[in-house]
């Protein structure tokens, strides 16, 4: 007698491509800023989508989608999440907190703190990630209204930037639905 | 003025190689079971020493290091990380579970529940991810004493298996952290 039973995909009331777009998600935007690997950029549309979160806003040099390796990791993700592109995150950036998005960095920065402080008041929020290897720009990070850190137990500085979003991103969701 | 400052390598109080071999860690063993993708598994091993966790076992036909492609995606932390390698997990599993060990799967199933269900008195935990494609197997489902699941709220079925890792690593973390 089996004690746990995998589910089927038709049983995990995951919602279609015509219903994910019209449903209410969660009040988070990613943006990914100078991204460097397409696979990174990918796994990110899909873990979006499972994060059920807003939109995805690429910039500086993050390719967009369609291209075979993000296709390669988003596995559809890259055709059920809304994004757009802005060459330059400022102005997108300026628009977002005026319209009063809070503005949150992912790095490793004197004040930055664990994304645990944060109460679902502090939503909406756009989420910042930046390069693979030199992390988020001095210039980006003076936009921000937060830096938020991972805290980390280890010999090195960093996770892959595709984990330690989705690290995040499922940790903001948590956060917001406690006022649900 | 900088609001933010970007913190150098060095002022992290990461730990070196040797302290980090030496110094405690929290009580959770990951898993690996018959994961195919060699940077996958680099990549849980850099999450792995990020968390600080006891020890990453492998097992079925998941490579084990050295290898190249674990190497680009571990970053060094296939050095840094304890680990041993079961052909047949199995009896692995058994000894941890006469050693008190919670055996814990990752995968949508009947019976599965998100862990923030668990609490500090449930460790130590041995947390184990089954392959990218087909999850865990039924036959180690049946040895797990939980199974844990992530809230996904889009059209997939699924998330990258290290984002995975990481989001439910990181998770357990500071489930564990709230006894000390």
Known sequence: MSQFRKLHGTE????????????????????????????????????????????????GYTATPPRKEIDKTALGAQDTVAWEYHADPREALKSMKHNGVRICGLEIAEGSHPCADLTPSDFPICLIVGNEVDGLEEELLQLCDEVLEIPQYGTKHSLNVAVAAGIVLFELVQIYRRAM
Request: aromatic share 6%; charged share 20%.
């Open 12 to 59: 995990m009331d995951r919602l279609t491509v015509e219903h994910y777009c019209g449903s209410p998600k969660h009040p988070i935007i990613l943006m990914l800023h100078n991204i460097r690997s397409m696979w990174n950029v990918g796994s990110m549309f899909r873990t979006a989508d499972g994060a059920g979160i807003e939109k995805i806003i690429l910039s």
